[in-house]
């Protein structure tokens, strides 16, 4: 039996998040707008979806009618509509919430698996234009933004962590990509040309035949899922047919105390599991209502092309924070100054300083953490000081790091012996003013402004990679990847292949919606527990419950009928 608390308080999460209406005023099929019996269809639709997967871990559209009918005290069910107070008797039929799945997904249908043409008036064939898809996908959006919002307590954050995970289709792909496919897939290979929400395009790098293979076309039943690839439990990649979920969760800063608010998913949207990351997270993120402060993503981020991430999160005004590849390490040459990790360095900075692999995320020696925190130390002396942070061009003004009072070096006066007084590193190859080439402007001048090419420009980080400072902020990534796990736990949302038995992009995102605001709400019981920081009145507070047990009630006593 589910108790009225966890009742009451999923109808606040509906009724103040306004989706709701939202939804009935485009699945109305009364043009003059008025209400009708099916705006309280769908209310309860939604309200058993969540309190299936709750007490049930399943989203199945079965489930959620019986949940309605079985596990309500009778009063929740009385005042709800689901019973007749007089006669017991049910008032809608699990055949009602089968048609909202249809209707939704007749109605709401954006994706690849929406019939591109359909028939018009005098039997003219006309398209699905882009405008109306953006329109239905809008409305999506919003009622999953809503729903969110609805359930965020706490202190206001800034920072947030970004990823996506595997979501299985209920339907099977008809065929597999073939073993070409699959291996650029899995390689994701730097040659991968993005297309944005679509899929993904692939140069030929040498394992496929033709000119360009697009991903995700061979397709299943569900039409809007698209064969990709997710990190398979033993850590590598595999190949699936579904979704992905690109999940926006709030980190706590640098400075900031863990349990001032919990952590809880902001934002998320699903697409085929072959579309690129960039358009839905740039969406994401422009969807909250407050500036971000820093985005901790993994490299499978950063590593885009920088016009179309970098560069986009820059002009928002967003600081990144991301680990690197291991190709991605060594000394690129540039304005004769040493960059690695997307900052410079002095041109005399030692050649064995290039290359500074981090422990594997799962290393346990504190021994090797150490002594790699005690290399990016040593570098991170002969980095250059940023007088100016890099503009959306990558474009920073730069002082040597001797006049920063970082290294010594024998061209810049008197900074060898403070140098050696508080124990810092000497340059000892530090350019010959009397070569051909002279000295570089960064060791003639006192800053120096350069625009490196986009290569280095798109690792660029305000946090030192590599640092103390950078590892404690990149570890917090753990929130939105550990929102994965508690999710897909049979123990709390089940969130795993037969969760749903449902097909198309709309309603699969209302069902997540009902997952994502029942992770969020065992999160805030959680840290209420801990923490105490709710009035014991606030809506999504529960208080503690002192019924003992529930006893069955026949038809005849309930209702008076004959036997």
């Not at 509509?81 to 017991?88: L, Q």
């Not at 706490?154 to 496919?181: C, Q």
């Not at 061979?218 to 047919?241: L, M, N, P, S, Y």
Request: aromatic share 6%; proline share 4%; net charge neutral.
């Amino acid at each position: 039996m589910i108790e009225a608390g966890r009742v009451s308080r999923m109808e606040f999460v509906l009724d103040t998040s306004g989706v709701v209406e939202v939804l009935s005023a485009v699945l109305r099929s009364d043009r003059r707008g008025r209400r009708s019996k099916a705006d309280g269809v769908l209310r309860l639709f939604l309200l058993g979806l969540q309190l299936a997967i709750t007490s049930e871990r399943s989203a199945v559209i079965k489930e959620a009618y019986e949940v309605l009918t079985n596990e309500l005290t009778l009063d929740d069910q009385y005042r709800l509509g689901v019973r007749d107070p007089r006669s017991g008797r049910v008032l809608f039929s699990v055949n009602e919430f089968y048609y909202l799945t249809k209707l939704i997904n007749h109605k709401l249908g954006y994706g690849s698996g929406v019939s591109t043409v359909s028939t018009g008036s005098h039997g003219v064939q006309v398209s699905l234009s882009d405008e109306q898809r953006g329109q239905r996908h809008d409305v999506i959006r919003d009622v999953c933004n809503r729903l969110m919002d609805a359930t965020v307590v706490g202190r206001a954050g800034v920072d947030y962590a970004l990823d996506a995970t595997g979501i299985h289709s209920w339907s099977r792909g008809r065929a597999k990509p073939s073993p070409s496919e699959m291996r650029v897939m899995l390689e994701d290979s730097p040659d991968t040309v993005d297309v944005g929400d679509g899929g993904v395009g692939v140069v030929d790098v040498g394992v496929v035949a033709s000119s360009e293979v697009v991903l995700g076309a061979k397709r299943g039943i569900d039409g809007d899922a698209a064969w990709g690839i997710k990190t398979a439990k033993t850590g590598g990649k595999e190949v699936f047919f579904g979704f992905h979920e690109h999940t926006l969760v709030q980190v706590p800063a640098l400075d900031e105390d863990r349990e001032e608010a919990p952590r809880l998913i902001r934002r998320f949207e699903l697409t085929a599991a072959s579309a690129d990351v960039v358009d839905v997270s740039l969406r994401l993120l422009d969807s909250l209502d407050a500036p971000v402060g820093q985005l901790l993503v993994d490299n499978h981020y950063h590593y885009k092309k920088h016009d179309r991430w970098a560069k986009q999160l820059t002009r928002r005004g967003i600081r990144q924070v991301h680990d690197l590849r291991a190709d991605e390490q060594g000394f690129v040459e540039y304005e004769r100054m040493r960059w690695a990790g997307g900052s410079a360095h002095c041109p005399g900075t030692p050649d064995a300083l290039g290359t500074i692999l981090r422990p594997a995320p799962g290393e346990k020696s504190v021994a090797l953490h150490d002594a790699f925190h005690e290399q990016i130390n040593v570098r991170e002396q002969y980095a250059f000081r940023r007088v100016t942070q890099a503009d959306e061009n990558g474009t920073q003004r730069l002082e040597c790091p001797a006049l920063a009072g970082k290294v010594g070096c024998a061209l810049r006066a008197g900074s060898q012996a403070a140098a050696v007084l508080h124990g810092l590193a000497i340059v000892t190859k530090h350019p010959n003013p009397d070569g051909p080439e002279g000295l570089p402007k960064c060791c003639s001048q006192r800053t120096v402004q350069v625009t490196p090419p986009d290569t280095v420009s798109k690792l660029s980080q305000v946090l030192y990679w590599g640092s103390r400072k950078w590892d404690k902020t990149f570890r917090k990534r753990t929130y939105v990847e550990g929102s994965y796990g508690c999710r897909k736990n049979t123990s709390n949302e089940n969130l795993r292949h037969g969760l749903f038995h449902i097909t198309g992009l709309p309603l699969i995102h209302v069902v997540m919606a009902m997952v994502n605001v029942t992770y969020n709400l065992r999160m805030i019981d959680n840290w209420q527990a801990r923490t105490g920081l709710l009035d014991a009145s606030h809506p999504l507070v529960i208080a503690p419950s002192n019924i003992v047990g529930f006893r069955a009630v026949s038809a005849e006593e309930e209702y008076g009928l004959s036997a």
